[in-house]
């Protein structure tokens, strides 16, 4: 009876921890430089490094085109090229031009994009009403104790990661 009793535990456990639909961050997002595998930012833009897949490679480049674009609410939503980006426009654009995304999302949408968990080079952080995302190693986000986050902008600063689900496009 006791055996039972803990097998089933166990099995309720097992079952409970998967039902969260992707893997919840930890408590804050770091930088961790390491060579070969992440980028570096010189002059406010991102240096993939050189063994990074031909994806990564776009999705940096495009991460690039729109780092210096300003913060307007909806940017991006319509068409994937704008004048400004929210939160969910930025990740939109980067995730298109990499190949993982048909059509601009919502923020919240991407609590169930690609698959869940922390990805080899590419790591969407989404809760509702915000998202922001990880390429080779670096944050673009629109916001964030960033001196200058009017806007899309890569940063090696932390953040706070509760309450975010890791997802990430699948081989990426």
């Not at 309720?12 to 390491?34: D, H, I, N, P």
């Not at 490679?57 to 400004?84: M, Q, V, W």
């Not at 994009?113 to 080899?120: A, I, P, Q, T, V």
Request: with cysteine; glycine share 14%.
């Amino acid at each position: 009876m006791r055996f039972l009793l803990l097998s089933m535990s166990l099995s309720l456990c097992v079952l409970l921890c998967q039902c969260g639909g992707g893997s919840s961050a930890g408590a804050r997002w770091e930088y961790k430089y390491a060579p070969g595998r992440t980028a570096v930012l010189i002059g406010g833009r991102a240096v993939p490094p050189a063994n990074a897949p031909a994806a990564v490679l776009r999705a940096i480049s495009a991460g690039n085109h729109i780092c210096t674009k300003p913060y307007r609410r909806g940017g991006g939503h319509k068409h994937f090229e704008d004048s400004a980006y929210d939160c969910s426009g930025t990740t939109s654009y980067v995730l298109h031009a990499a190949g993982a995304l048909a059509a601009p999302t919502v923020s919240g949408a991407f609590r169930s994009f690609g698959s869940s968990g922390h990805g080899k080079w590419i790591t969407v952080y989404s809760r509702k009403g915000h998202v922001f995302m990880e390429v080779a190693g670096l944050r673009l986000d629109t916001g964030y104790s960033d001196a200058d986050s009017d806007g899309p902008r890569w940063s090696s600063r932390s953040r706070p990661t509760k309450g975010y689900t890791m997802r990430h496009p699948s081989g990426l």
